[in-house]
């Protein structure tokens, strides 16, 4: 069998993979549920380099000339159409290694959305994992983008030195394109610079105290901020990554996490309480070969949206009286804002996101706006809109989140977005994740959604979609309206400011997704819905969409539902 000695750029995340390799060359660093696969870091850094060259020579002159360039604004941009699994770890450092921008895109992105996204940056090659291979050659198609699929590479003995070519790649070239959703307009990449990325994920794996000893279960997309996030800071840790997305459901988890290998993973609150759904349909013996799978985990984290009190109360008990990790960051930042920590052993206030890494400054606004400055924060943003970048920073520099929050003791509070969590009702401000957290806590709710919609007399009123628990009749009297209404005043003490008009016109839903920011767009005053979602465990359950006071429930879902959610309702 031939032997092969390959040369390793010296660039950050592959210096980390290459000492990876020299300590545990056959120790395994990437698995792929779906595809069957277990690679070792050898087979992972043969593979990485082998596609790095097929893919540079798929490029044209133009492109290659620019890679060699030292201008940190001369970047050359490739497309990445691949699940999140083994293939889209190779390509993905395949193109960071070539001194390239990886470009990740959903993979069932339809063509015409994949020309703005590969237009918007002008992206040279479109990469794809071999079962994307038609779907890559449709979208080029539409964008006459060239395009190239994984190859494998030939089997042989293989070994790694440095390379000792010094030159690096500048810093601050980009180092990954993430595109996120265009709320106040079209969608807009999120660039991070090679420096910022390293600095961020270096950071993030040190808070979470990721070692070469963790498996760090990924079920999670990895083409937006949290997927790719999770993934790379895995890879400069050393730290094991299992991919499951394609095969991820509830029953598959647990009948995983009972294998006692897994020590860490993420799940956003509505993905926990589909787990927690699932473990109460197991028998006795399942449900205590879960919980104790469960207890194995060192770090189970949440975040993306609120964690609320009776979850990390729930998952505390499961876990042997461990906390339940929050984590707050944003798609404009390689980490975390803050997080709390495991080794802790205590419980942190209602909307405590622990504390900001050293290296992250973080103030307030006169307006209560979380405001950022580091190292770890983006490049730039890249859209089709010329005044993206407008008033995104203050005057000394720091990026304005967009989320509500405060400061105590270095300790950060995050209340909602300014957007769509603060509901403006004359003249008040209401915090909608309050209203969830006290509608959470109504024996016969299992999901709330709060947002606000617009109303020419008082600005705003508040509105809410409930998802009522397994068993429960819809027309429950305590889902009534009156009786709603009084529970949530004195058992909660929540307080409804103004009455709305019950005459008032109702438009009637078909099948369709929404997101938080668009629910507010629309309202029903009673109606039937039902809830869908495969990665949650299949149909949720029924609700009720009912008028409470200035207080709607929706039949509509929230952001982190959207694409995987189905919403039927008849309205009355």
């Known amino acids: 069998m031939e032997r092969i000695q390959s040369k390793v750029p010296s660039e950050p995340f592959l210096l980390q993979l290459f000492e990876r390799w020299q300590q545990s060359p056959d120790a395994v660093v990437i698995k792929d549920a779906a595809e069957g696969i277990q690679a070792t870091g050898t087979t992972f850094l043969h593979d990485i380099l082998t596609q790095k060259d097929y893919i540079y020579n798929r490029l044209d002159e133009d492109a290659k000339k620019r890679l060699s360039s030292p201008d940190e604004n001369d970047n050359v941009f490739i497309g990445l159409l691949a699940a999140a699994g083994y293939h889209y770890a190779v390509l993905f450092f395949a193109i960071y290694s070539l001194g390239a921008v990886a470009v990740p895109l959903l993979p069932r992105v339809l063509p015409e959305e994949a020309k703005y996204f590969l237009s918007v940056c002008n992206a040279s090659l479109l990469a794809s994992s071999p079962s994307a291979t038609d779907h890559a050659q449709s979208i080029s198609t539409v964008t006459s983008t060239p395009t190239y699929t994984y190859t494998p590479p030939t089997t042989c003995q293989l070994t790694f030195t440095l390379s000792s070519n010094t030159q690096e790649c500048n810093p601050e070239k980009g180092f990954v394109l993430l595109y996120t959703s265009g709320t106040t307009g079209p969608p807009k990449g999120v660039l991070?610079?090679?420096?910022?990325?390293?600095?961020?994920?270096?950071?993030?794996?040190?808070?979470?105290s990721l070692t070469p000893n963790d498996l760090w279960l990924h079920q999670m997309p990895a083409h937006w901020g949290a997927g790719f996030d999770f993934f790379t800071t895995c890879m400069y840790a050393g730290t094991c990554v299992e991919f499951c997305n394609a095969v991820y459901t509830p029953d598959w988890f647990w009948g995983r996490i009972k294998k006692g290998d897994v020590t860490c993973m993420f799940a956003s609150p509505s993905?926990?309480?589909?787990?927690?759904?699932?473990?109460?349909?197991?028998?006795?013996?399942?449900?205590?070969?879960?919980?104790?799978?469960?207890r194995g985990l060192k770090l189970l984290a949440s975040g993306a949206m609120r964690v609320s009190d009776k979850s990390k109360a729930v998952w505390r008990g499961l876990r042997g009286d461990r906390p339940l990790v929050v984590?707050?960051?944003?798609?404009?930042?390689?980490?975390?804002?803050?997080?709390?920590?495991?080794?802790?052993?205590?419980?942190?206030?209602?909307?405590?996101?622990?504390?900001?890494p050293s290296n992250l400054e973080v103030k307030l606004s006169e307006e209560g706006e979380i405001c950022i400055r580091g190292p770890q924060i983006m490049k730039r943003y890249l859209s089709s809109d010329p005044n993206v970048m407008n008033n995104i920073y203050d005057s000394e520099g720091f990026y304005k989140t967009g989320d509500v929050g405060r400061l105590e003791?270095?300790?950060?509070?995050?209340?909602?977005?300014?957007?769509?969590?603060?509901?403006?009702?004359?003249?008040?401000?209401?915090?909608?994740?309050?209203?969830?957290?006290?509608?959470?806590?109504?024996?016969?709710?299992?999901?709330?959604?709060?947002?606000?919609?617009?109303?020419?007399?008082?600005?705003?009123l508040v509105a809410a979609l409930l998802v009522v628990k397994d068993g429960v009749d819809?027309?429950?009297?305590?889902?009534?309206?009156?009786?709603?209404?009084?529970?949530?005043?004195?058992?909660?003490?929540?307080?409804?400011?103004?009455?709305?008009?019950?005459?008032?016109?109702?438009?009637?839903?078909?099948?369709?997704?929404?997101?938080?920011?668009?629910?507010?767009?629309?309202?029903?005053?009673?109606?039937?819905?039902?809830?869908?979602?495969?990665?949650?465990?299949?149909?949720?359950?029924?609700?009720?969409?009912?008028?409470?006071?200035?207080?709607?429930?929706?039949?509509?879902?929230?952001?982190?539902?959207?694409?995987?959610?189905?919403?039927?309702?008849?309205?009355?």
Not at 192 to 208: C, N, V
Not at 430 to 444: T, V
Not at 520 to 543: F, H, S, T, V, Y
């Open 192 to 208: 991070y610079s090679r420096r910022s990325a390293a600095i961020g994920l270096r950071t993030k794996a040190e808070q979470l």
């Open 409 to 460: 003791n270095n300790l950060v509070f995050v209340l909602g977005r300014a957007s769509h969590d603060v509901i403006r009702f004359q003249g008040w401000k209401i915090y909608a994740p309050e209203i969830e957290d006290a509608l959470h806590k109504h024996p016969e709710v299992l999901h709330v959604l709060v947002v606000g919609v617009r109303d020419p007399k008082s600005d705003q």
């Open 327 to 356: 984590l707050y960051s944003a798609t404009e930042v390689a980490g975390l804002i803050s997080t709390t920590h495991w080794e802790d052993g205590e419980d942190v206030p209602v909307d405590c996101c622990g504390t900001p």
């Open 271 to 294: 993905v926990l309480d589909g787990l927690l759904e699932g473990l109460g349909k197991r028998s006795g013996e399942e449900y205590e070969a879960g919980v104790k799978g469960l």
């Open 474 to 572: 819809i027309n429950s009297e305590r889902l009534k309206i009156t009786n709603l209404r009084r529970w949530l005043a004195l058992e909660q003490g929540t307080r409804f400011l103004g009455q709305v008009q019950e005459n008032r016109s109702s438009p009637r839903f078909g099948k369709f997704c929404l997101r938080k920011q668009s629910a507010r767009m629309a309202m029903c005053r009673r109606g039937i819905w039902q809830l869908k979602n495969r990665k949650l465990g299949g149909e949720l359950g029924i609700g009720r969409a009912v008028l409470l006071g200035n207080v709607y429930l929706l039949g509509e879902v929230s952001t982190w539902w959207t694409s995987k959610c189905m919403v039927q309702c008849e309205v009355d």
